[in-house]
């Protein structure tokens, strides 16, 4: 039995070598249609992680009071409400007047994301971004120190000249050199470098480790720009009382804005982790549109698979009769047949999941995207490759079992 199986499956990888041209083409289009699956896959999977990766380390317990929210900020212009931005003012008196308990309030603002670093002799392309917070921010915004510490409540109060710099730093300006207590300038005003973060990477090309902190009122006296727009974030210590101090939020925001109670919320707020999970649903969305196109692309290459198979069935009608003569059976005939078809189907499968993983990869690396090998898609490729070489040779093989040997013979 194992010796006569192994035959056939000899007789199968002779068949496909002597038709090569025909093999290599099947195997294109198999491959196509799985290199549509794993491609999208693997782009959509290296979407969300980066998307996890940067939101989750702001907790579950974080919420941001902003000047939209962020359906209205990804909306376009001429369809949003117009709010007014963030004052310096309110943003002070919120922080004075919000007294939930258990609960730390962030300021911040960007000053600008133009500016240019200089250490010494060295200095950086103009392409900083330049943040003013306070002593909350790092902790609300889920940014750890890797060396050095970071502000305390004495840096933002007595407005001392010292900044947190993003890791970057280290291998640029610096050349390696340990950053912390050297002093850096920024437009002409001298900082002490007191931390230095660990590595955030990238944003849909935004680099978050090309980044400078320093305590909010000196951002404000050197980027004095007018209409700067303020950011509020809050954390609360027990999750549980999250909804609650939202609630209060709105109420001391609305309250500052001298807000009616029939006038709607001209502010934003957002909790974290409802901006990752609306994100998130964007990315399913991808993710069944790209099992759309997949489907449809590999059941074209299962009906192609299934006329090539039908085609060498025919072209091999006298084998099949003098096999017959010689005493092989139906099942032995139609085994050999359907080996050829999961042959096949395995080869585009397996080069269809290598293109697959090649393209995400690409299409990561361009957007600066966390891929991650694509194992659930990689599965998945390998279990529908299978499918369709079931599907695409079972009636080429049981057309080939039901041969007449003797008319099988007689076939030029």
């Known amino acids: 039995m194992f010796s006569l199986f192994r035959e056939n499956i000899r007789i199968a990888l002779n068949s496909i070598k002597n038709q090569s041209l025909r093999t290599i083409l099947t195997v294109l289009i198999i ?3 799985i290199t549509a699956l ?8 290296a979407l969300e992680n980066t998307i996890s990766k940067d939101f989750a380390s702001m907790g579950s317990n ?3 009071l902003q000047r939209y929210e962020f359906r209205t900020q990804s909306s376009r212009n001429e369809d949003r409400k117009v709010n007014p931005i963030i004052s310096y003012r309110e943003v002070k008196e919120f922080e004075e007047k919000f007294e939930y308990p258990f609960t730390e309030t962030a300021i911040s603002f960007t000053g600008t994301s133009s500016a240019e670093i200089k ?8 392409e900083i971004s ?3 917070v306070n002593e909350y921010f790092l902790e609300n915004s889920g940014l750890e120190i890797e060396d050095g510490r970071e502000f305390n409540v004495f840096d933002i109060d007595n407005n001392n000249n010292v900044a947190v710099i993003g890791s970057d730093f280290k291998d640029g300006i610096f050349n390696g050199f340990d950053p912390v207590n050297k002093i850096i300038s920024i437009r002409g005003a001298k900082f002490k470098v007191i931390g230095v973060l660990e590595s955030k990477g990238s944003t849909f090309g935004n680099n978050h480790d090309l980044r400078v902190f320093i305590p909010i009122q000196q951002a404000r006296s050197i980027f004095s720009q007018p209409n700067i727009n303020y950011s509020l974030s809050v954390k609360v210590d027990d999750k549980e009382l999250l909804d609650a101090a939202m609630d209060e939020a709105i109420i001391t925001f609305r309250n500052i804005r001298g807000l009616n109670p029939k006038e709607e919320n001209n502010f934003g707020l957002e909790r974290s982790d409802d901006l990752i999970n609306r994100i998130l649903s964007i990315t399913g969305a991808l993710n069944i549109a790209a099992w759309i196109i997949s489907i ?16 060498t069935v025919t072209e091999r009608t006298r084998e099949i009769g003098v096999r017959k003569a010689l005493g092989a059976k139906k099942n032995t005939i139609a085994t050999q047949f359907f080996l050829e078809t999961l042959v096949i189907g395995q080869i585009g499968g397996f080069l269809g999941i290598i293109l697959g ?9 361009s957007l600066d995207f966390a891929f991650t090998t694509p194992w659930k898609a990689m599965l998945w490729a390998t279990g529908i490759t299978i499918l369709v070489a079931i599907l695409a040779g079972s009636y080429p093989a ?3 079992a039901k041969q007449d040997p003797i008319e099988s013979l007689r076939y030029e």
């Open 38 to 45: 794993v491609g999208i896959l693997s782009a959509v999977a």
């Open 119 to 126: 250490y010494e002799n060295e200095k950086t392309d103009p």
């Open 398 to 400: 049981a057309k080939a």
């Open 357 to 365: 993983i090649l393209i995400g990869y690409a299409v990561s690396s």
């Open 296 to 311: 449809i692309t590999i059941f074209g290459s299962s009906i192609a698979l299934m006329n090539i198979m039908l085609v």
């Open 130 to 132: 330049v943040l003013g």
């Open 31 to 33: 491959a196509i249609g």
């Open 62 to 64: 974080t919420f941001n």
